[in-house]
């Protein structure tokens, strides 16, 4: 089963973001707004089982924190994906590592860590460059305090739902 370990920000960021996942995003109905943390990795049941108690203790360990979300940037030329910039900030940076060493199975990440909210992906390279120079004139400024990260399962539809939430200082 394909897993994968994410945060989801607020409602009002979430709101935000499907504005224009909504009209950008052809995965949108798929998994809400969120910031990856682990991607897509595949994982039997014993393992799960392991990967879930190691995730507790990271949760436990770890105090609530806040995220900034910036502004509008892109990954072009890599891929015409648009989306909201998280700042990075040394809490997410360490709850990033804590879940590419250990007991996690390793996925070979292409890229560096970005931290960010998709809003529009898989364009076409027109369609790209209207929607980026739109988008990159609107005022992106929220503030986030970040307090639990999930682990999702994908669905044999290609949807993704929670698995489990993993609060931030509980047992």
């Given at each position: 089963m394909k897993y994968g370990i994410v945060i989801f920000p607020s409602k009002e960021i979430q709101d935000e973001a499907n504005a224009f996942r909504k009209r950008y995003d052809p995965k949108y109905t798929n998994i809400p707004p969120h910031?990856?943390?682990k991607p897509t990795?595949?994982?039997d049941i014993p393992k799960?089982?392991?990967i879930v108690r190691e995730l507790k203790k990271i949760a436990n360990e770890t105090e609530p924190f806040k995220i900034n979300v910036t502004k509008v940037k892109s990954f072009a030329p890599v891929t015409y994906t648009i989306y909201f910039k998280v700042e990075p900030t040394p809490e997410l940076n360490a709850?990033?590592?804590k879940m590419h060493t250990g007991k996690f199975p390793t996925t070979k990440d292409q890229?560096?860590?970005v931290p960010h909210i998709t809003i529009a992906q898989d364009l076409v390279e027109d369609e790209y460059s209207d929607?980026?120079?739109s988008?990159?004139?609107k005022e992106i400024e929220y503030e986030d305090t970040i307090d639990r990260f999930q682990l999702c399962?994908?669905?044999e539809n290609g949807f993704w739902t929670v698995y489990d939430t993993f609060v931030f200082g509980q047992e």
């Amino acid at each position: 089963m394909k897993y994968g370990i994410v945060i989801f920000p607020s409602k009002e960021i979430q709101d935000e973001a499907n504005a224009f996942r909504k009209r950008y995003d052809p995965k949108y109905t798929n998994i809400p707004p969120h910031i990856t943390l682990k991607p897509t990795f595949e994982m039997d049941i014993p393992k799960r089982d392991e990967i879930v108690r190691e995730l507790k203790k990271i949760a436990n360990e770890t105090e609530p924190f806040k995220i900034n979300v910036t502004k509008v940037k892109s990954f072009a030329p890599v891929t015409y994906t648009i989306y909201f910039k998280v700042e990075p900030t040394p809490e997410l940076n360490a709850l990033y590592d804590k879940m590419h060493t250990g007991k996690f199975p390793t996925t070979k990440d292409q890229h560096p860590f970005v931290p960010h909210i998709t809003i529009a992906q898989d364009l076409v390279e027109d369609e790209y460059s209207d929607i980026y120079a739109s988008l990159q004139m609107k005022e992106i400024e929220y503030e986030d305090t970040i307090d639990r990260f999930q682990l999702c399962y994908q669905i044999e539809n290609g949807f993704w739902t929670v698995y489990d939430t993993f609060v931030f200082g509980q047992e």
